[in-house]
């Protein structure tokens, strides 16, 4: 074998040895940072810890954001429970502003940036958590756990959360976790989701590692057993139970119109709902389920199409409510709002591959053995006035809850690895 090609594979044999080392070193210290899968809905915080006791607030000046006759006060108490694949980055960074901007305390995970995901939130997960103490925005990843959360907040908070069609969130959540999801290791061919869906039982281990993220997704994220049987009444029980602890449920198709709603229901300004597309795949990563796939995936998630379908229905009885002429108004100002920070903020006018990104304080978390995700160049020249917010809008998850002040020892551990074998 000729020297140059010898040497060739020999750096190919080294690099799938150190990214096979790399892989293993990941899952095991990921298998020690989170707890069980199945832990019970059981409380893990003490039983005498005492529940959120908030101060009294000083009363604020109303506003006509919203073109109330008497106005109202906008809300600062928010639960958003983030699911997964849904836009929920895009939301997140929202809440980031406008708690930034109004000096509010968000309860952050210690370590990572979920609460021991896929284990059931508890209190004493919180950073710096003490018995009472009180929190005025919670939206980093959890498995939701009501009881738990309720304990954290004012009263009178709001509860929200996001869904999208359950097909296309299995066909996102497939390629980005697919890789540490080991049952997936067993699919050969080219097109490992079309594999997978011809006969999902085949592959599908309920027990395996990472096994949620592929089946039911929604309904595992609010808290819920993913492999209920459909047949069961415990399906419509969960349900109307959701119905219950949340004020609002967004759609990710239809999200300017959730935004118009979420505003609406906190009293806020629109500029607290402007938005820049986080966290989105480049366009090559995006396969498009077909017809028959897309039945499929829909039959493989049918407790989370039961749930979609539900919700859909309701969040269109709300936009009923809230006036169509009304939700075209304000969807197209949000839309022209969005257009002229897009004008402002971003160099080039559009998202671009992680290689072309030119800060790494805008580079995006990349799942692991690709750069799929989209990220931003800031522009180099922006007028005072609109400066930080650019900033703002345009910086990824876990460099905003850095600078906000969460303690991410175990993610910046994980990024130093990566980068040090550029995986």
Same mark, same amino acid.
């Given at each position: ?11 190919? %044999?080294?690099?799938?040895? &150190? ?41 604020? /000046? ?41 000096? *509010?305390?968000?309860?952050?995970? +210690?370590?990572?940036?979920?609460? =021991?995901?896929? %284990? ?12 009472? /103490?009180?929190? +005025? ?29 359950? %097909?296309?969130?299995?066909? @996102? ?14 699919? @050969?061919?080219?097109?490992? &989701?079309?594999?997978?869906?011809? =006969?999902p039982d085949r592959y599908y281990d309920p027990r395996g590692y990472n096994a949620h993220? &592929? ?10 057993? @993913? ?62 389920? @077909? ?5 499929? %995936? ?34 197209? /100002?949000?839309?022209? /709002? ?20 030119? =800060? ?17 160049? *800031? ?23 850095? =600078?906000?002040?969460?303690? *991410? ?15």
């Open positions: 074998m000729p020297l140059p090609q010898k040497k060739r594979w020999e750096s190919m %044999a080294k690099g799938l040895v &150190l990214g096979a080392l790399f892989t293993s070193f990941l899952l095991l210290l990921y298998s020690y940072a989170v707890p069980p899968l199945y832990t019970g809905l059981a409380s893990t915080t003490p039983e005498g810890a005492a529940p959120c006791s908030p101060a009294p607030r000083e009363p604020e /000046a109303p506003t006509s954001a919203n073109g109330s006759a008497g106005g109202c006060q906008p809300r600062r108490d928010i639960v958003f429970m983030k699911t997964h694949k849904t836009a929920s980055s895009t939301l997140l960074n929202i809440l980031f502003r406008f708690g930034q901007k109004h000096g *509010l305390k968000f309860a952050f995970p +210690n370590g990572r940036n979920d609460f =021991d995901y896929p %284990a059931f939130f508890a209190r004493s997960l919180v950073q710096d958590y003490r018995p009472g /103490a009180c929190f +005025n925005i919670i939206c980093n990843h959890m498995r939701f756990h009501y009881d738990e959360v309720r304990g954290l907040v004012a009263p009178n908070a709001t509860f929200i959360t996001v869904l999208r069609d359950p %097909a296309r969130l299995f066909e @996102s959540s497939f390629h980005y976790f697919g890789s540490v999801v080991p049952f997936t290791w067993k699919l @050969s061919g080219r097109d490992k &989701l079309a594999e997978f869906l011809q =006969d993220y &592929l089946r039911n997704l929604l309904f595992f994220d609010l808290g819920y057993d @993913s492999d209920l049987d459909p047949s069961s009444p415990q399906v419509q029980e969960h349900i109307l139970e959701v119905e219950r602890h949340f004020h609002l449920v967004l759609l990710q198709e239809y999200f300017d119109e959730s935004l118009v709603l979420l505003k609406d229901l906190l009293c806020w300004e629109l500029e607290d709902v402007l938005y820049f597309k986080l966290n989105a795949r480049r366009a090559s990563a995006v396969p498009r389920l @077909s017809g028959e796939l897309y039945r499929r %995936a829909t039959a493989w998630n049918v407790l989370d199409a039961r749930l979609y379908r539900h919700f859909n229905a309701s969040f269109w009885r709300k936009v009923e409510a809230f006036g169509r002429e009304r939700m075209a108004r304000e969807v197209a /100002a949000l839309r022209r /709002a969005n257009e002229r920070m897009r004008r402002i903020c971003i160099d080039g006018g559009r998202a671009v591959d992680a290689a072309a990104i030119q =800060d790494s304080a805008m580079q995006p978390w990349q799942p692991l053995g690709a750069k799929s995700i989209l990220g931003y160049n *800031l522009k180099k020249s922006i007028g005072q006035r609109h400066a930080q917010l650019c900033r703002r809008m345009l910086t990824p998850e876990i460099q905003y809850l850095m =600078d906000l002040g969460a303690n *991410l020892w175990f993610i910046k551990l994980c990024k130093f690895i990566r980068d040090f074998l550029r995986w």
